[in-house]
Nanobody, 115 residues
Framework: QVQLVESGGGIVQSGGSLRLACVVTGTVFSDDVLAWYRQAPGKEREMVAALTVSGTTSYDNSLKGRFTISRDSATNTVYLEMNNLEVEDTAVYYC?????????WGQGTQVTVSS
C-alpha cells in the first residue's frame, strides 16, 4: 500500500489559481491510477481528475479546461493545477491511489474560494 500526503490548499479569491501536490510514497506501476477527488460540505466525494502512471489522463467533464493533473515521476508527486477558481470549487481535496487493486487516500487539503 502506498502513502499519500497532500499540500497546497488554502484560501483564494474567485478567479484565482492554486496548485495542489500529492507526494506518493511506495512503488507504483504503469497501470496504477493516481487521482484527485474532492468533497464539499454535505456532498459526496467526487472525482476531479485521474491519471495512470503511464500518463493517460481523465477529467470530470465540467472541470476539464480549468483543472490539469500531472505527475513528476522523478519525485513521484502528482499535481493538480486549478485555474479560474469558483466559489463552487470550495471543498476538501483528496489524493487517491489504486495500486494492485488496493485503494489509498491522503488526509486531504482544504481549498476555500471566496467571492
Amino acid at each position: 500500500q502506498v502513502q499519500l500526503v497532500e499540500s497546497g490548499g488554502g484560501i483564494v479569491q474567485s478567479g484565482g489559481s492554486l496548485r495542489l501536490a500529492c507526494v506518493v510514497t511506495g512503488t507504483v506501476f504503469s497501470d496504477d491510477v493516481l487521482a484527485w477527488y474532492r468533497q464539499a460540505p454535505g456532498k459526496e466525494r467526487e472525482m476531479v481528475a485521474a491519471l495512470t502512471v503511464s500518463g493517460t489522463t481523465s477529467y470530470d467533464n465540467s472541470l476539464k479546461g480549468r483543472f490539469t493533473i500531472s505527475r513528476d515521476s522523478a519525485t513521484n508527486t502528482v499535481y493538480l493545477e486549478m485555474n479560474n477558481l469558483e466559489v463552487e470549487d470550495t471543498a476538501v481535496y483528496y489524493c487517491g491511489a489504486v495500486v494492485n487493486d488496493d485503494v489509498s487516500w491522503g488526509q486531504g487539503t482544504q481549498v476555500t474560494v471566496s467571492s
